[in-house]
Nanobody, 116 residues
Framework: QVQLVESGGGLVQAGGSLRLSCVVSGSISRINAMGWYRQAPGKQRDLVARISNDGSTIYADSVKGRFTISRENAKNTVYLQMNSLKPEDTSVYYC??????????WGKGTLVTVSS
């Protein structure tokens, strides 16, 4: 198991930027990939971005060119830099860790609200 603690959410105007952080602790050697998901009220939780151990990344089409996922291994931290934010980006953002052999651990989430 790993523990994930997100931070960095808040209220921002459309066009603004935020950087989310996720601090990881626990069985870090079992992590295969890290990701950010988001869930708006009444909707399913969707993948926003993911970074694998080899550094490869994937993004949801809706955030390509605006969001960047990165990691700082020395600080056991994964980031999500969000630029050019839109009202439709408003959601609770969750950090996730995919573990070997295949379970997923989740953080408690951080709320991002983008005003128009």
């Amino acid at each position: 198991q790993v523990q994930l603690v997100e931070s960095g959410g808040g209220l921002v105007q459309a066009g603004g930027s935020l950087r989310l952080s996720c601090v990881v602790s626990g069985s870090i050697s079992r992590i295969n990939a890290m990701g950010w998901y988001r869930q708006a009220p009444g909707k399913q939780r969707d993948l926003v971005a993911r970074i694998s151990n080899d550094g490869s990344t994937i993004y949801a089409d809706s955030v390509k060119g605006r969001f960047t996922i990165s990691r700082e291994n020395a600080k056991n931290t994964v980031y999500l830099q969000m630029n050019s934010l839109k009202p439709e980006d408003t959601s609770v953002y969750y950090c996730s860790a995919v573990l070997i052999p295949g379970s997923t651990n989740w953080g408690k989430g951080t709320l991002v609200t983008v005003s128009s």
